[in-house]
C-alpha cells in the first residue's frame, strides 16, 4: 500500500525577527499517482516573497507533472533500467538527446513557465504589505515596483518524486536532499548532485536559465524504493553527516512501521520545531512516499543497518580507547613539566571516550533489543575494571643516593651511647628519629673516632 505525507515549519531564526516561514511541501496520492514536493525558499532580503514563490512553485510543479503523466504515458519508461543525469546544461546542445531527456526538458521549461505566470499574477494582484515596507531595504522595494519580471522577488528550489505502478523519477534545483530507501543498499541520493550547491549558494527557479540546472533520475524496468524522504536544507544541515540524516529517516520508517502514520505524522509535527531550535535554525519541510507493507516487512534491515553504524562506531572508539592507554603509560614514569601536561590531557581524553563508549553500548543494544531475540549479540564492554594510573612525582628535595650493598648494621640513632649500653629497647617517647643513608655513614665515623679514644684514655 502506497502512502505519503508531509510536512513544512517555520525555523527558529524566522520566529525571532517575526518572518513568514519560506518552505512548502506536498504530497498526495491520486489515482495511483504518488507525488512528493518541497520548495524552499531564499531568505536573504531580495527574496522578500520567496514563501509565495514556494507555493507557487508546488502548484505549477503538481500541474505540469499531471499532465506530463497523462500525456506521455508508460511508454516513455517501459523497461527503461535506472538513469540518472546531473545539470542539464551538458545536454542543451546535444544533437542526440534521448527521448526520455527531450521530455524531461519540456517537462521543466513547462515548470518554469506556470511559476513565471503564478507569481506575475500574485505581484501584479498583491500590492506591497506593511511588513515588506518596514523590513525590505528599499532598493529592492523600488527593484520590485519598477520590475515586470519578478523571479528574484520570489526565487526558491524545487525537489519532486513521482511514482506510478509502472515507473518513477525524481528532479531537483537547488539543495536540500533525496534519500530513497530499499533493500541493497539500504539507502542512496539517487538525484545527481550539483557543486554549485555549496554552503549559502544554491541554484534556483530564479536563476537566468534554470532549465539548464534541473538534475533527473528515471527507472521503469519494476523496481521501485520501499520508501523516498525529501528534505529542506534546514534539515539536513542540522544533521552534518548524511548518515546522521538517514539515521533520522531511518527513526520515522521505524514509527511508521509501528506506529502508523498518523502518529508518526504527529511525531514530526512536534520534532522538526524542536530540531530547528537546536539545529540550524531555518525553515523545516520533509514529504515522504512509501510503501507501508514493504517498509514494516524490510523494518530488521533497517535497524541492522543502524547497529552496524554503532558497531563501526564502537570499534572506532576502542582503538582510540587502546592508543590513549599506551598513551598514559608510557607517560606514567616521567615526572618533567612537558610529560606532565601531556599525561593529563591523555587522561581527560580516555575518560571521554570511556563516556562516549557507555552511551554508544547502550544504544546499541537499545537497537539490538528492538530485534528478535538472539538475531544480534549485545555489546559487552570488556574493560569496565580497568583503572586509570596516576603519574607519582618525586619529593623535589629528596635525594636518592645509591649505595654498595653492605652487611647489616645495628640501627644508629643520633644519641651517642656506647655500644655496651645499647642493647636496651627505648620506649616510643625516648627512641630517636631515623636517619638518612648518608647521615648515618657520617655519624659511624664519628662514634668510631669516640670509642677509640675512649679507649686510649682506658689505657693510661
Known amino acids: 500500500m502506497i502512502d505519503a505525507f508531509h510536512y513544512s515549519c517555520e525555523g527558529e531564526s524566522h520566529k525571532a525577527i517575526n518572518k513568514v516561514g519560506q518552505d512548502y511541501s506536498f504530497s498526495s496520492i491520486v489515482d495511483d499517482l504518488a ?18 514563490g514556494s507555493r507557487c512553485a508546488v502548484e505549477a510543479t503538481l500541474e505540469a507533472v499531471t499532465f506530463f503523466v497523462e500525456k506521455v504515458g508508460d511508454s516513455l519508461f517501459e ?44 505581484a501584479k494582484s498583491e500590492p506591497l504589505t506593511e511588513w515588506e515596507k518596514a523590513n525590505v531595504p528599499q532598493q529592492y522595494l523600488d527593484e ?4 515586470e519580471t519578478f523571479e528574484k522577488h520570489y526565487g526558491c528550489t524545487l525537489m519532486t518524486y513521482v511514482q506510478t505502478p509502472k515507473y ?45 540546472e534541473f538534475r533527473y533520475c528515471y527507472e521503469g524496468d519494476g523496481k521501485f524504493p520501499i520508501a523516498v524522504l525529501l528534505g529542506s536544507d534546514g534539515i539536513d544541515d542540522s544533521f552534518g553527516e548524511t548518515t546522521n540524516l538517514v539515521n533520522f529517516y ?111 553500548a547502550e544504544k546499541h543494544n537499545h537497537l539490538v533489543e528492538e530485534l528478535p531475540e538472539g538475531m544480534v549479540r549485545p555489546y559487552f564492554i570488556e574493560d569496565e575494571d580497568y583503572v586509570i594510573p596516576t603519574q607519582e ?31 636496651h629497647k627505648e620506649s616510643p617517647k625516648h627512641q630517636a628519629k631515623k636517619l638518612s643513608p648518608l647521615e648515618s655513614k657520617k655519624h659511624r665515623l664519628k662514634l668510631q673516632a669516640q670509642k677509640k679514644n675512649h679507649r686510649k684514655k682506658r689505657r693510661r
Open 35 to 52: 507525488v512528493a514536493i518541497v520548495c524552499d525558499g531564499h531568505g536573504g532580503d531580495r527574496y522578500f516573497r520567496s514563501d509565495i
Open 250 to 360: 531511518i527513526q520515522i520508517l521505524k514509527m511508521l512501521a509501528k506506529e502508523g502514520v498518523k502518529a508518526t505524522k504527529s511525531s514530526v509535527i512536534e520534532t522538526l520545531p524542536k530540531l530547528s531550535k537546536i539545529g540550524s535554525k531555518d525553515d523545516m519541510s520533509v514529504a515522504c512516499v512509501f510503501n507501508l507493507d514493504q517498509v514494516k516487512e524490510n523494518i530488521n534491515l533497517f535497524i541492522r543497518y543502524q547497529i552496524d553504524r554503532a558497531n563501526k562506531e564502537l570499534n572506532d572508539i576502542e582503538e582510540k580507547i587502546n592508543h590513549l592507554k599506551n598513551r598514559i603509560d608510557s607517560l606514567v614514569s616521567f615526572s618533567d613539566e612537558k610529560s606532565k601536561i601531556e599525561f593529563k590531557y591523555a587522561v581527560k581524553d580516555l575518560e571521554r571516550a570511556f563516556s562516549a563508549r557507555e552511551k554508544l
Open 144 to 147: 520590485f515596483l519598477k520590475s
Open 168 to 212: 518513477w523519477f525524481a528532479f531537483h534545483i537547488g539543495d536540500g536532499k533525496c534519500i530513497f530507501f530499499q533493500k541493497d543498499p539500504i539507502w542512496t541520493e539517487p538525484i545527481p548532485w550539483d557543486e554549485k550547491c555549496f554552503l549559502n549558494e544554491t541554484t534556483s527557479l530564479c536563476d537566468n536559465s534554470p532549465i539548464d
Open 79 to 122: 523497461k527503461k533500467k535506472f538513469t540518472a543525469v546531473g545539470p542539464t546544461s551538458s545536454l542543451k546542445d546535444a544533437e542526440d538527446l534521448s527521448e526520455e531527456d527531450s521530455a524531461f526538458r519540456q517537462l521543466f521549461s513547462s515548470i518554469i513557465y506556470k511559476w513565471n505566470e503564478k507569481i506575475k499574477v500574485h
Open 393 to 423: 612525582q618525586p619529593k623535589s628535595d629528596e635525594v636518592v643516593i645509591e649505595e654498595e650493598p653492605k652487611e647489616p648494621e645495628k640501627e644508629v640513632t643520633t644519641e651517642a651511647i656506647p655500644e655496651e649500653q645499647n642493647s
